[in-house]
Structure formats: C-alpha cells, structure tokens
C-alpha cells in the first residue's frame, strides 16, 4: 500500500507545530523563535536589533521626545515583524519551474527523488501539492518546461518525468482503504462536485481526518476528465490514481446524486461543479452536437466530415478523435494562428495526424448542411460549437451563492466553479488553497501539511533505477538556493 504521502504529512505536521512554537517564543523574546528554529544568526541578530536602542535609552536617562517615541514605535514595528517571520519560517530562492507551476510543485524536490531512484517518495512529493501526478503528466500543458533552461535546445522532460513515475508506481500498487494521516476529529465538510477540484479538496481534507462527503451527479467521479479522449488518457491508470485519491476511510463518495440545494449538517461546504456548461452558438439542426455530448457518444464518422468552431483544447479533442474514427476534421477559428488557446503541442499533433485549420475565418451563415463562412463554404455532416465553457449560474442560484464570491459564509466556492474555465492544472492548484482555507476556518490550521516546502538538495550521484527517469532528473540544476537564514 502506499504510504509515502504518510511520511510528508507527519513531516508538514511537526514543521507546523515547531512555527507555532517558534511563534511564541518570539513574542516572549524577539529573535528566540528564529534561534529555536535553526535560523541562529537570523535570531542573534533580530535580538540585537531589538535590545539595543532599550540600552541607549538607559544610557540617556530615558528622555521622552519625538525621537525617543520614534524608536519605541520603530521597535514596535519590529516586534511584530520578527513574530511574523518566526511562525513563517525559514524560506528559500525557487526555481523558475516551479514558479510557472499554477499548482505549485516542488520540481526540483521531485527530480531529486528520482535522481536517486525513490520513486514512491517522488511521486508523494509531487502529491504534497498536487495529488494527481499521472494525470496532469498526461494532460498538463506544462509551462514549467517552458521556463527551464538547464540544457540548450530543449527543456527537462518534467511532464514525462512524474508521468512515467506515477505510472511505475501506480501499476505496482494494490489500492486499499487507508487511515487519516491524523486522527479523526468531529468536523464534516461536503464537497460538490467530483471532478479533479473537488478529488483534490477532498483528499487534503480527508488527509487531515475531517470526515469528507463527496457528492458527484455522474455515475463515478472524474468530471470533465471523463470527457478527455482515451488517445491522451489511460483512463484505467486514471481511475486507480483517483481510487487512491479517494481511498480513506474517512471519505465517502456519493454519486449519481444531483445537489440542487445545500446540503445540511456540515462545518463547512466547497462548491467545485467546474464550468461544464457550454456555450451554445445560436444555430439549431440534428447535426449540430456540442463537445461533451461528442466526445462522451462519438457518432459513428467514417468519411464523414466534422466542422468544429473554435480553438481551445476541446476543439482539437474533438478534432483529434474525428480523425481518429476514420473522419475528415476542420476546425475554424475567427483569431489569428498565435492566438490560438490550445497549448501548441495539441495544435502541432493534430496538424500531423491531417487536422485541416483555417484562422481569421468566421461563421455567418448556416444553411442546412452547409455552412458559409467569410473564408468560403463548407458542407459538413457534423457541426460542434466548441467556443468555450461557462459556469453554472442556475446551480449557484438553486445553492443560493452568488457564486462570484471565493467564500460566502460557510461555503468555499473552488477550481473553475470560482475561477472560470482553466487547466486542470490550474484547477488543482485553486482546490489545494481551499482546502487549506477550509482548515483554518475549522480551526485546523496545523493540519495543513500540504502548505509545507518539502525541499530535497540534489543528490551527489546516480543511484540507479529507471534510466530514463534517473538520467533525466539527474540534469536537473536546482536553480533556486537553499536559505536558512
């Protein structure tokens, strides 16, 4: 069973208890929280700072004037400062990966543990913020690769890097109910929607020992993620990763329930429905379909042809599947070619697999099967709008949020339900700051052990393993410094 994310968050949670104390100490002496730390000089020096401008005072005759009242307020002020910098802790120079990361992961700390062959503890790692290193290494449009520039010519592979690990580890593992990481406490929280915002909140949640209920209207969780082409996918992979996810006991999963209002008895309620709602242009006919319906019952398309409008990256899904199911697939966009919204790697695999794209080309009529363009005319067998998503206002009504606000009493809105259609990567970075949110309005802010820097230095040598994975990670720089101090 695997119990590496065990290990980080017994590791988070003493990190926390010792900022607390740390906290404290500095309250009573300035600088003695920094010194209990580790941060000696940091401390000694705060301490200084501090005492010194009392013991001029003395030497003074303590005098009150207008400088005097300057400095005492000064000291103040540093007070506060240091008590602050006590219960933060210790902080180091990141590196430009994870910087770009919207979820935040530790890159460098996952390379490090792959560098030396421990790939349970790499993928717990990437988990500390992100719980789903095999899905996002399949559909993430990895922009930390876009900022590394460690070898000349081509970024590390860390996409395919915690792809491939997760995948080792997950086709190794045996998924089983599993104890809290910390003991249960009498706090329960709902979270609607099972897609991978809400698998995410739950699982911090579930972690920290809140008792979890998950409520997902389809017949399994996943959301959108259900509507992702298996051809960039493993959707058997991706359910024992979501398995994992969901496995505590702690946690129950409800589905095939559809939530039209708040549901009773719990401390606190996270919305994450996602933005599933399509945005429908104004044209009707049987052959008009709209994306998730396609690509969820994928009609039958051999020689057909299927006009997709829009550019995102479910446009090229759909455009990439109808080639794949032997059709003939043309996608317009009314922007130009470097505007378009799907990551380019999507744009480029579809252009080799004989995706047809016409830019600055916009609809103006549709007249049966054929549709007039300003670029020319089209007949078509398939027509999919595939101009974006938006959120569900008539839930948010039903749920009586506003759904505009991050937190409405004891409701958190989360992933794209808050924020608008995005990434799942993005959409995983939002859940895991709700969950942290949601802690400290349940009083349970030292269980948040997912808030932690689990920084790892690069390791002296190659231990072995995977050779892919260790010779890739062991080119990993580590950009960002190390600073206690």
Same mark, same amino acid.
């Given at each position: 069973?695997?119990?590496? +994310?065990? &290990?980080?968050?017994?590791?988070?949670?003493?990190?926390?208890?010792?900022?607390?104390?740390?906290?404290?100490?500095?309250?009573?002496?300035?600088?003695?929280?920094?010194?209990?730390?580790?941060?000696?000089?940091?401390?000694?020096?705060?301490g200084i700072l501090f005492l010194f401008p009392f013991y001029y005072l003395y030497l003074i005759g303590w005098k009150v004037n207008y400088g005097?009242?300057?400095?005492?307020?000064?000291?103040?002020?540093?007070?506060?400062?240091?008590?602050?910098?006590?219960k933060r802790g210790s902080r180091r120079e990141t590196s430009p990966c994870e910087d770009s990361c919207p979820a935040g992961v530790n890159i460098p700390t996952l390379m490090s543990y792959i560098e030396s062959g421990d790939l349970e503890r790499a993928v717990a790692s990437f988990m500390a913020k992100a719980p789903f290193p095999f899905i996002l290494g399949q559909i993430c449009p990895a922009d930390c690769e876009k900022k590394c520039g460690v070898i000349p010519g081509r970024p590390l592979r860390i996409r395919e890097v915690h792809e491939k690990a997760a995948e080792i580890v997950l086709k190794s593992l045996e998924v089983k109910d599993r104890d809290p990481f910390f003991p249960e406490v009498n706090k329960k929280v709902a979270v609607i929607g099972g897609g991978i915002a809400g698998l995410t909140v739950a699982y911090y949640l579930a972690s920290a020992g809140v008792k979890v209920e998950l409520f997902e209207k389809e017949g399994s969780p996943g959301g959108i993620l259900k509507a992702i082409p298996s051809f960039k996918l493993n959707r058997k992979l991706a359910e024992k990763e979501i398995a994992?996810?969901?496995?505590?006991?702690?946690?129950?999963?409800?589905?095939?329930? &559809?939530?039209?209002s708040l549901p009773e008895g719990f401390n606190a309620i996270v919305v994450a429905v996602g933005s599933q709602t399509e945005k429908k242009l104004k044209v009707k006919g049987d052959k008009v379909l709209y994306p998730l319906k396609f690509l969820r019952e994928t009609p039958d398309l051999k020689g057909k042809r299927v006009l997709i409008i829009g550019a995102g990256d479910t446009a090229f899904d759909v455009a990439r599947l109808t080639v794949r199911k032997g059709g003939e697939a043309v996608v317009i966009y009314r922007g130009r070619r470097e505007n378009i919204r799907a990551h380019e790697r999507e744009v480029t695999e579809a252009i080799k697999e004989g995706v047809r794209i016409y830019t600055e080309c916009e609809l103006v009529n549709l007249s049966g099967n054929r549709a007039e363009l300003n670029c020319g005319s089209f007949e078509f067998d398939y027509? =999919?709008?595939? =101009?974006?998503? &938006?959120?569900? /206002?008539?839930l948010f009504k039903k749920l009586g949020i506003s759904g505009k606000e991050r937190k409405e009493g004891k409701v958190f809105l989360t992933g794209d339900a808050f924020k608008g259609m995005s990434?799942?990567?993005?959409?995983?970075?939002?859940?895991?700051?709700?969950?942290?949110?949601?802690?400290?309005?349940?009083?349970?802010?030292?269980?948040? /052990?997912?808030?932690? +820097?689990?920084?790892?230095?690069?390791?002296?040598? =190659?231990?072995?393993g995977n050779v892919f994975l260790v010779s890739e990670a062991s080119l990993c720089q580590h950009c960002g410094e190390k600073v206690k101090s």
């Open positions: 069973m695997f119990e590496a +994310d065990r &290990e980080f968050a017994l590791k988070g949670f003493k990190t926390l208890k010792k900022r607390k104390r740390a906290f404290y100490l500095s309250l009573i002496l300035p600088g003695l929280g920094q010194i209990y730390s580790g941060r000696t000089v940091t401390g000694v020096l705060i005097t009242v300057t400095l005492l307020l000064s000291q103040l002020f540093l007070y506060f400062l240091q008590a602050v910098d006590a994992l996810v969901t496995a505590f006991k702690n946690l129950k999963v409800h589905t095939g329930i &559809e939530i039209s027509l =999919i709008p595939a =101009i974006g998503f &938006e959120k569900d /206002w008539k990434t799942a990567v993005e959409a995983v970075g939002e859940a895991r700051k709700t969950a942290e949110e949601v802690l400290k309005y349940l009083n349970l802010k030292e269980r948040a /052990w997912f808030s932690i +820097d689990f920084y790892r230095e690069k390791q002296k040598r =190659i231990f072995g």
